[in-house]
Structure formats: C-alpha cells, structure tokens
C-alpha cells in the first residue's frame, strides 16, 4: 500500500503524473489517501480527481478516517500513522506492507516507511526513487 499523505490536494495533483509513471511497471501497488481533505470527501469523489491519470485512478483504494476521538491513554504512535495501520487492520492488508509520502515527518514513527518530501517543493524525482526503491525492499523482505 502506498498512501500520499500530508500534502495539499493541489499538490497531489500537480504531481500525480509522475507519480503514474513512477509505479507504472510495479503491480499491486495500491494508494490509501490519508489526508486532512480526503477526510471530508467519499472514496469516489477522490477517485475522480484523478481522472487525467487514469492508471493511478485505478490504484486509489481508499481513504483513511480521521480519528473521532483520539485515545484517551495517549497515543503511542502518531496519529497519522495510527489512520494508516487502522486502514490496514480494517481492510485486510498487510501491515508489513505499506508506504507513505508526506511533507512532515512526525506523522510517523516508523521512519523506514516514510519518503519525506519538502513540503515547498512537493515530490520530486529523488523521492520516487526513493519510492521505488523502498518497494522493491518490502518485496524482497515478504
């Protein structure tokens, strides 16, 4: 699962089209949007911003739910990432596998999964070789 996360919509957008040829040869690569504005909008409302892409429409999957109410205990992982692995859980995929762009880096805990980018500039080519790169590792691993 790969899921961009943390970026504007527009910012999404405006680089989707790398992104598409980026996974182009890579099969089974599925995108969860977890984002603050993908919270307030149905899975099919998402889908269809990524109409020019069609290949990467087709991978969008899903999306993750805002907590309504963060633990009370504290939370001992950030809660992005928390929307990530509650995704997972409730969906039935792996949490071994999975991805995440994000412009912030204290979204998540498990820092061998994030490709970070900066947040002014959005993805650029070094983060989808980066990507790939970290795909192909988790398929070796599986």
């Not at 919270?39 to 892409?53: D, G, N, R, T, V």
Request: glycine fraction near 8%; charge should be positive.
């Amino acid at each position: 699962m790969l899921h961009p996360v943390g970026a504007p919509r527009d910012w999404l957008l405006d680089k989707a089209g790398m992104l598409s040829a980026a996974l182009k040869d890579l099969e089974g690569v599925e995108i969860v949007v977890s984002s603050g504005w993908a919270a307030y909008h149905p899975l099919p409302e998402i889908q269809a911003l990524f109409q020019p892409w069609p290949a990467l429409q087709a991978r969008v999957v899903g999306r993750t739910e805002p907590w309504a109410r963060p633990p009370g205990h504290g939370a001992a992982m950030p809660e992005r990432e928390r929307q990530c692995r509650d995704w997972l859980r409730a969906n039935g995929r792996s949490a071994r596998h999975w991805l995440a762009i994000d412009n912030q880096r204290h979204h998540f805990a498990a820092r061998d999964r994030l490709v970070l980018v900066d947040g002014r500039q959005g993805l650029r080519v070094g983060n989808l070789y980066r990507l790939v790169e970290m795909i192909h590792r988790l398929r070796r691993e599986a």
